[in-house]
Protein backbone atom coordinates (compact mmCIF):
# COMPACT_ATOMS: atom_id res chain seq x y z
CA UNK A 1 0.00 0.00 0.00
CA UNK A 2 1.39 3.65 -0.36
CA UNK A 3 1.41 5.99 1.92
CA UNK A 4 -0.51 9.67 0.73
CA UNK A 5 0.78 12.85 2.29
CA UNK A 6 -1.91 14.59 4.09
CA UNK A 7 -1.94 17.90 1.80
CA UNK A 8 -4.25 19.82 3.84
CA UNK A 9 -5.68 20.54 7.00
CA UNK A 10 -9.03 22.49 8.75
CA UNK A 11 -8.75 23.31 12.46
CA UNK A 12 -11.82 24.95 14.02
CA UNK A 13 -11.28 27.31 16.98
CA UNK A 14 -14.03 27.61 18.97
CA UNK A 15 -13.52 29.58 21.99
CA UNK A 16 -12.17 33.21 22.94
CA UNK A 17 -9.75 32.27 25.52
CA UNK A 18 -6.28 31.82 24.86
CA UNK A 19 -6.66 28.35 26.38
CA UNK A 20 -8.83 27.83 23.25
CA UNK A 21 -7.16 29.37 20.88
CA UNK A 22 -3.29 28.39 21.40
CA UNK A 23 -3.74 24.76 20.30
CA UNK A 24 -5.49 25.60 17.32
CA UNK A 25 -2.50 27.74 16.45
CA UNK A 26 0.40 25.51 17.60
CA UNK A 27 -1.24 22.52 15.61
CA UNK A 28 -1.46 25.34 12.33
CA UNK A 29 2.33 26.23 12.93
CA UNK A 30 3.59 22.48 13.15
CA UNK A 31 1.37 21.57 10.08
CA UNK A 32 3.12 24.74 7.70
CA UNK A 33 6.21 23.58 9.03
CA UNK A 34 5.56 20.17 7.78
CA UNK A 35 4.87 21.52 4.57
CA UNK A 36 0.86 21.24 5.19
CA UNK A 37 -1.99 23.97 3.93
CA UNK A 38 -3.32 25.01 7.29
CA UNK A 39 -6.90 26.75 7.14
CA UNK A 40 -8.02 27.94 10.68
CA UNK A 41 -12.33 28.64 10.79
CA UNK A 42 -12.68 30.65 14.22
CA UNK A 43 -16.64 30.01 15.33
CA UNK A 44 -18.36 33.02 16.56
CA UNK A 45 -16.85 32.75 20.26
CA UNK A 46 -13.54 31.56 18.83
CA UNK A 47 -13.51 35.42 16.97
CA UNK A 48 -13.27 37.22 20.08
CA UNK A 49 -9.52 36.28 20.41
CA UNK A 50 -8.78 38.42 17.05
CA UNK A 51 -11.15 40.82 17.16
CA UNK A 52 -8.94 43.80 18.42
CA UNK A 53 -11.70 45.85 20.29
CA UNK A 54 -11.93 42.87 22.25
CA UNK A 55 -8.25 41.63 23.14
CA UNK A 56 -8.60 43.73 26.64
CA UNK A 57 -10.97 41.20 27.81
CA UNK A 58 -9.08 38.00 26.73
CA UNK A 59 -9.15 35.41 29.85
CA UNK A 60 -6.40 33.24 30.10
Given at each position: ???????????????GS??????????A?????????????F?????E?????R??????
Amino acid sequence: MSEEKIKKVSIIISHGSLDGVYPGLIMANGARMEGIEANLFFTFFGLEAILKKRMDSLKV
